[in-house]
T-cell receptor, first 114, second 115 residues
Framework: AQSVTQLGSHVSVSEGALVLLRCNYS??????LFWYVQYPNQGLQLLLK??????LVKGINGFEAEFKKSETSFHLTKPSAHMSDAAEYFC????????????FGKGTKLSVKP | SAVISQKPSRDICQRGTSLTIQCQVD?????MFWYRQQPGQSLTLIAT?????????ESGFVIDKFPISRPNLTFSTLTVSNLSPEDSSIYLC????????????FGSGTRLTVV
């Protein structure tokens, strides 16, 4: 079955520390992967996406992610956390076949401590 | 990139009633997707709406409860019928924008509370 798995429902880091949010996808998921951020009481905002080309993808707000086919992973990182990064983060992949919708991981809530 | 206007942004409804949510896209798209986000949960696909054909529903979602209309290539509605408190969620529409290299846009969501 096609799936996207996020390891860790809640991650807490100190301000200025490295942010690492983990995402793995099933091998049956086409290699189109996304990270979205959702701030409290707001909609989804695209952070970055991988479709083709360079496997290291840079997004907004200093985030980046690396597509690793051999590990079926697409982990999200940011070198230095900021208080404003506190939010829910969703990893998503494209459903194969004719549907074409996104399938989402369960989400990781990022907390940033002062 | 495309812009989706989703209405209403929030509503409080009595149990047993219905709520209709509208999504208007500023460009023509083939498929529109409707998602539900229950409190503290991820997004789950309800159905895919194609213009000119019946919507395709995911397992666990039925047309009687979530009727969908797709009268043209820029507009769709989702109705949540016979509301119960368990329907309290955020409902979002989404489209894939042609020529955007797998670009997906989301509406701002409708926060539904059933009392």
């Amino acid at each position: 079955a096609q799936s996207v798995t996020q390891l860790g429902s809640h991650v807490s880091v100190s301000e200025g520390a490295l942010v690492l949010l983990r995402c793995n996808y099933s091998s049956s998921v086409p290699p189109y992967l996304f990270w979205y951020v959702q701030y409290p009481n707001q909609g989804l905002q695209l952070l970055l996406k991988y479709t083709t080309g360079a496997t290291l993808v840079k997004g907004i707000n200093g985030f980046e992610a690396e597509f690793k086919k051999s590990e079926t992973s697409f982990h999200l990182t940011k070198p230095s956390a900021h208080m404003s990064d506190a939010a829910e983060y969703f990893c998503a992949g494209v459903r194969g076949g004719s549907q074409g919708n996104l399938i989402f991981g369960k989400g990781t809530k990022l907390s940033v401590k002062p | 990139s495309a812009v989706i206007s989703q209405k209403p942004s929030r509503d409080i409804c009595q149990r047993g009633t219905s709520l209709t949510i509208q999504c208007q896209v500023d460009s023509q798209v083939t498929m529109m997707f409707w998602y539900r986000q229950q409190p503290g949960q991820s997004l789950t696909l309800i159905a895919t709406a194609n213009q000119g054909s019946e919507a395709t529903y995911e397992s666990g979602f039925v047309i009687d409860k979530f009727p969908i209309s797709r009268p043209n290539l820029t507009f769709s509605t989702l109705t949540v019928s016979n509301l119960s408190p368990e329907d309290s969620s955020i409902y979002l529409c989404s489209v894939e924008i042609p020529g955007q290299g797998r670009g997906y846009t989301f509406g701002s969501g409708t926060r539904l509370t059933v009392v």
